[in-house]
């Protein structure tokens, strides 16, 4: 990286996000965490959200699913009924009471899911009829874990109407309060099987060249934008993350791929996304990699293209969040694991106290207070 006293600003700094006043640059990662019985939010998101939020902070929710053929594990919320936008306004209000901002996740999985999270029995959705391998396995709602089943390959004509869900949803978003949402195009989830050519083996419109790969995330943000403005609106892209055989032969050509058309579309719009945020390669599922100098080049690259609001995530602690943002290399900084041990993790940075470890065995569980709501506080400690 480069050197972390550039520009003098850090993870505390004030941070103009669009039209949104940040008091500080540490973020809330969106986290799958399964405490959303039947797809609606419970009473214990109410306080796991409120628990999190600082005056000025920003927070991004869990992977919330747009429809009803959309998520990948079991209790997951969703925001495509009128019981969920409910629900979903107690979480928004209190963390608005606590001064922060939130974004709702959107979040459809394709064929990262089962028949048995599926509506209906359906096989899965994607962008090819080719199944995740044997090295990943999907959560059950009983706790099992299967192999992921073979997909079924949408049909060119059903992708405007998946493009809707997203609109839809987005709205409904809206409706409940939320400040705006992040479309989630990383870690091989639906949008990401359209972007990466390791997955993508279409031969209509969505398929074959990058700008045919790009073609259904950017009708997506187009669509979105259009209905509650840019500003609203953010975009999560994972270019180099091998995440459920999400691969690609050219990750820093597809980065900038779907960078240039963010640009572009931001150019002719007049107005800029609120943020793009950016997983970066040392991110792995079972914790921090080597990071090595390609990779700090890789999200510098992506980083100075950008035309517009930076946020970086994957594998950062306080000393690494400190220097990507003092040198410049992102505007913000969103944390994940460590935000679900460390409900103060703003304060405890800040002071840079000690950090509670977490227990990856209740990170997906659905009980609503143990590992989730009942990490200690600075204060009670």
């Not at 694991?337 to 065995?361: C, G, H, M, T, W």
Request: net charge negative.
């Amino acid at each position: 990286m480069a050197d972390s006293s550039s520009t003098g600003l850090t993870l505390f700094s004030p941070y103009k996000m669009g039209k949104f006043n940040l008091s500080h640059r540490v973020v809330l990662a969106p986290m799958t965490r399964c405490r959303a019985l039947n797809e609606v939010p419970q009473p214990a998101l109410v306080e796991y959200y409120s628990q999190r939020a600082t005056p000025g902070g920003f927070l991004i929710t869990e992977g919330t699913s747009p429809s009803d053929q959309s998520a990948g594990f079991p209790h997951v919320p969703g925001i495509y009924t009128d019981e969920q936008v409910e629900a979903w306004k107690k979480v928004v209000d209190a963390v608005h009471a606590k001064g922060a901002i939130i974004f709702c996740q959107l979040w459809h999985v394709g064929r990262a899911s089962h028949q048995v999270l599926q509506r209906g029995g359906g096989s899965p959705i994607s962008s090819t009829s080719n199944a995740i391998s044997k090295r990943w396995t999907v959560l059950l709602p009983d706790g099992s874990h299967d192999a992921y089943p073979e997909p079924r390959r949408l049909e060119t004509y059903e992708i405007p109407q998946i493009v809707e869900q997203y609109r839809q949803a987005a709205l409904n978003a809206i409706r409940a309060g939320f400040d705006g949402i992040e479309i989630h195009s990383a870690h091989g989830y639906l949008i990401d099987q359209f972007l990466k050519d390791g997955i993508n083996d279409r031969t209509d419109e969505y398929g074959g060249s990058l700008a045919n790969r790009c073609k259904f995330l950017i009708q997506t943000v187009e669509a979105v934008v259009e209905a509650i403005g840019a500003d609203r609106v953010a975009v999560r892209i994972s270019p180099a993350i091998d995440h459920l055989d999400a691969t690609d032969s050219d990750p820093i050509g597809l980065g900038l791929a779907v960078i240039e058309r963010l640009n572009k579309l931001q150019q002719n719009i007049g107005s800029k996304l609120a943020y793009l945020h950016v997983t970066q390669p040392r991110f792995a599922a079972n914790g921090l990699v080597e990071f090595d100098q390609d990779e700090a080049r890789f999200m510098r690259t992506l980083r100075n293209a950008y035309e517009g609001t930076f946020m970086a995530s994957g594998g950062f602690n306080r000393d690494l969040g400190m220097e990507a943002v003092a040198s410049g290399d992102t505007d913000l900084v969103s944390y994940g694991r460590q935000f679900i041990s460390n409900p103060d993790l703003v304060l405890r940075f800040k002071l840079n106290a000690p950090l509670n470890k977490y227990n990856r065995e209740t990170f997906y569980t659905h009980d609503p207070v143990v590992g989730y709501t009942d990490y200690p506080f600075l204060a009670e400690q």
